[in-house]
């Protein structure tokens, strides 16, 4: 009854051994939301695991899964269903914005996992797998060069876009070899998985000739596995030390751009791309060729699109076109359609199964959409044509071009929508499934522009997705096809300059087309806009025909961010941090807390477009400290936290050592204010201060001038990093300068009659500028005692004129048994 229920298929006609998703058409969404109403009505029935829910096929394997719980309790009420026919939708306000690589120097950190187990390379570029393989292996990793990934590898770095391609067809095998690697990641029971992707396309991910969308395809595998690390890098001229380099210190990114002139870009940021240049000029009653155009919502916006142009469509489709007939079955589902059929089939004593009802009932729908479409073209006084072909068939193609121009007239712009979906996790993705997407996309926009090589086109609009900006779990496929696409659309402008406008729009999801209504119910629960079929499709004819600089842009409703989670290896010595050497208590290495709290930061760099990102409720839990001699291994594990990222720098034991919480902050975040303390003079000196309550070694006494001093605070001049001599290592802040804050609030206290006291916690910490390269900055802080243990600071920095420079907020220091634990 659930079944019937949720689909609307008479019970009566349902078989428990019928495959849900082949024969019923029940695709995975909708057979979550079966499992759901079960689970409710049944609530002793166990939680199916999202792993275990692939292997349900039929409907009996759906009843097996909750046999023995059906009088567990009594059945809760079912919700009320939805309205039938919804409201049209208001207005959204859609943005469109274009990727932008953002500078983001190494932060120091190896991607986690990679040092854990075996690492597989492909050998599409044999030379230069064997060369990476040989520099990782130097560098104390256990990698390995293979002609065919092993089943059961965790870490594989795919070489697919190193391979030679010279063809479409061959486009499509590399994006298959990749899509082998990850699926063997996927299908791998290790327990570490790292997925690396290395392609050369002028480290721009949209360079070369080859449309590579093979970055959208780890990203769609970073939110399949969430604990697992991923990256796509283009690197501008191939070099596997530069590599190695990336993947042992790279820092956060998932796409990571290597630049020839040593610069290191993230797809991080994205820019509002909504404002268009001057309409290019279109030769009035020109035809635009639409693929997919007579359905979903290319169809709508195609017709928007002629109306604002006044231009001429030819719509393309696999759709047979039939002329409407008498005793077409009555219904507007598929389901309403096919249970039609098949009772009628059953009254005339033949049988019709319900699986092929369906097909009979989906191929009249489609049919009913084509000539609604053209009738809506006749309404608007548009000339359009409807062509049967499939966009993946050259010769179908060509020849229906060819009508096209007979009978229409000369073509003057191209829009490629065709599309279709085989959403599966990478695990249970099959060729088969991949190809049908891959090459609907891919395979029909390089004939479709092989086809119309001779005629003068104005514009080409690609219908691309959102999902190859962030990929999406279960469109692995789908997300490459489309960044594919937005590589075709590069390419393309490239090639034709000025003479025509070329962009792929990159679509949020529609409220409409593929988008059904269980799908937009899950984008709603996920905090995702859907577009509005009217406002969507007038965007498109307002921008298809104008000219701007971005060539791929994302069209969206508004949506909540979503942040990926990550997870970092941050070797810590002395060896690659000499300044360590100076921050010693009897011998063992002090970690100092400035040195956590900038690691978090250069952390997350790479994960959030922020030139400050804003620092809160930074903890100390357990200070870490470590003999001189040796490395020490930690971790720094970002997870999101609705817009925030919550921060732990973890030990090798699992133990988080220092948290916080990390965001692009706000408006709201104005550095907190510090009054000047007076013009008292502090009761010592610097080197008496070195040489007694502070423990710092030569690197870290950054104190130049203790400034002035009084009951409400002090201020000094600190000396910056390589003022203080610091050479190397990868910094987001100037933790020399930081330090020496933290120093100063040790001395007033001190000053104060206070025993040793050390900071645990900072509040919130802004950065507004960066410190200077040399030099002093000057630092104020406001302190506030509380009791005799513990005293509270507020600290800011400024250069010598006084400008802002970072301000931690909320100090908190408390007083320390001995100066072992010290953590200062
Ligand atoms: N709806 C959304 O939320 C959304 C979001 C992002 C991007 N997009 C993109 O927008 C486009 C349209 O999507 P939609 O939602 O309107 O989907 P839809 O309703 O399923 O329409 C897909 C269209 O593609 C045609 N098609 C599929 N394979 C074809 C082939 N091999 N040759 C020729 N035509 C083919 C279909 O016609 P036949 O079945 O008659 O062949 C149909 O007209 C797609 O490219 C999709 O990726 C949609």
């Known amino acids: 009854e659930i079944v019937s229920e949720k689909t609307g298929y008479p019970a009566d006609m349902l078989g428990l051994d019928m495959e849900m998703e082949a024969e019923l058409g029940i695709d995975s969404i909708k057979q979550v939301e079966i499992l759901s109403a079960l689970q409710a009505q049944y609530p002793g029935a166990p939680e199916i695991p999202g792993s275990e829910l692939a292997s349900m096929r039929t409907l009996q394997d759906v009843v097996n899964s909750v046999a023995g719980f059906t009088g567990a309790a009594a059945p809760t009420e079912t919700a009320a269903a939805p309205a039938a026919t919804p409201e049209p939708t208001p207005a959204v306000g859609l943005s469109c914005t274009e990727a932008r690589l953002r500078v983001v120097p190494p932060a120091g950190f190896a991607m986690g996992g990679l040092q854990d187990g075996e690492v597989v390379i492909t050998r599409e570029d044999p030379a230069f ?442 070797d810590i010595s002395v060896e690659n941090q000499p300044a360590l050497a100076d921050h010693q208590v009897r011998g063992n290495v002090v970690v100092p807390v400035v040195f956590a709290l900038d690691a978090m930061l250069n952390a997350v760099r790479g994960l959030i477009p922020a030139d400050a990102p804003v620092v809160r409720d930074f903890h100390v839990l357990s200070g870490v400290t470590f003999p001189a001699g040796e490395q020490h291994a930690l971790s720094i594990e970002l997870t999101p936290d609705e817009a925030t990222y919550a921060v732990a720098v973890r030990d090798a034991a699992g133990r988080a050592r220092y948290s916080a919480r990390i965001d692009s902050g706000s408006a709201a975040d104005q550095p907190v204010s510090v009054a000047d303390a007076g013009h008292g003079a502090w009761p010592f000196g610097v080197a008496e201060a070195y040489a007694g309550p502070l423990f710092h070694g030569p690197a870290f006494q950054v104190i130049d001038e203790l400034t002035t001093f009084g009951q409400a605070g002090g201020s000094a001049l600190l000396k910056v990093k390589g003022e203080a001599g610091w050479t190397g290592g990868e910094w987001a802040t100037d933790p020399a300068a930081l330090d020496g804050a933290l120093q100063l609030g040790i001395l007033w206290a001190s000053a104060q009659g206070m025993p040793l006291v050390l900071p645990i916690s900072i509040g919130r910490a802004v950065f507004t500028a960066p410190f200077p390269a040399s030099g002093d900055v000057r630092c104020r802080l406001a302190a506030f005692p509380l009791g005799d243990k513990r005293v509270d600071y507020d600290i800011v920095f400024e250069t010598t004129d006084g400008a802002p420079i970072a301000a931690l907020e909320g100090v908190e220091f408390y007083v320390a048994g001995n100066a072992d634990g010290a953590t200062a």
């Not at 937005?486 to 999801?509: K, L, M, Q, Y």
């Open 129 to 570: 797998a064997d060369a990476l393989e040989q520099v990782l292996v130097t560098r104390g990793i256990k990698a390995r060069a293979v002609d065919e990934v092993p089943e059961g590898a965790g870490s594989v770095i795919s070489l697919a876009a190193l391979g030679a391609v010279r063809t479409p067809e061959e486009c499509v095998d590399m994006h298959v070899r990749a899509f082998h690697a990850a699926r063997a990641v996927a299908q791998s029971s290790a327990d570490t998985r790292v997925f690396v992707t290395i392609q050369a396309t002028g480290g721009t991910f949209t360079g070369g000739d080859v449309p590579t969308g093979i970055a959208s395809l780890v990203k769609t595998a970073g939110w399949e596995w969430p604990n697992a690390s991923v990256r796509a890098i283009d690197i501008e001229t191939l070099d596997p030390e530069r590599i190695a380099a990336e993947l042992l210190a790279g820092g956060s990114g998932v796409e990571v751009a290597l630049r020839a002139d040593g610069t290191r870009l993230v797809a991080v940021e994205e820019v509002d791309a909504t404002e268009v240049g001057e309409t290019i000029p279109v030769p009035a009653e020109g035809v635009v060729v639409v693929t997919g155009g007579a359905r979903g919502v290319t169809a709508r916006s195609a017709l928007a699109l002629a109306k604002q142009h006044g231009l001429r469509l030819a719509l393309l489709g696999r759709t047979a076109l039939q002329p409407e007939s008498a005793d077409e079955p009555a219904g507007t589902t598929a389901t309403e359609i096919a249970t039609a059929l098949a009772s009628a089939a059953r009254a005339r004593g033949e049988s019709l199964s319900l699986p092929q009802a369906r097909a009979a009932a989906e191929k009249l729908l489609a049919t009913r959409e084509v000539r609604e479409t053209l009738a809506t073209a006749a309404q608007q006084g548009t000339v359009a044509q409807y062509f049967a072909a499939d966009t993946t068939d050259r010769e179908a193609l060509h020849a229906s071009l060819a009508q096209v121009r007979q009978s229409l007239g000369p073509i003057v712009g191209l829009v490629h929508g065709a599309g279709v979906l085989a959403d599966k996790r990478l695990e249970d993705l099959d060729d088969d499934g991949f190809l049908r997407v891959f090459c609907t996309k891919l395979i029909g926009a390089e004939n479709l522009l092989a086809a119309t090589a001779g005629d003068e086109l104005r514009f080409i609009a690609l219908f691309s997705s959102i999902a190859a900006r962030a990929g999406n779990p279960g469109q692995a496929a789908y997300a490459s096809a489309n960044a594919a696409l937005d590589s075709i659309a590069a390419r393309e402008a490239r090639r034709r300059g000025d003479n025509c406008v070329v962009r792929a729009f990159g679509w949020g999801p529609w409220d409409g087309g593929m988008v059904d209504a269980t799908l937009k119910s899950r984008f709603t629960e996920a905090g995702v806009g859907v577009i509005p079929i009217g406002e969507g499709a007038e965007f498109f004819a307002r921008h298809a025909l104008g000219r701007a600089p971005a060539t791929a842009v994302v069209v969206a409703a508004p949506a909540k961010p979503q942040l990926r989670s990550t997870t970092l290896a941050w």
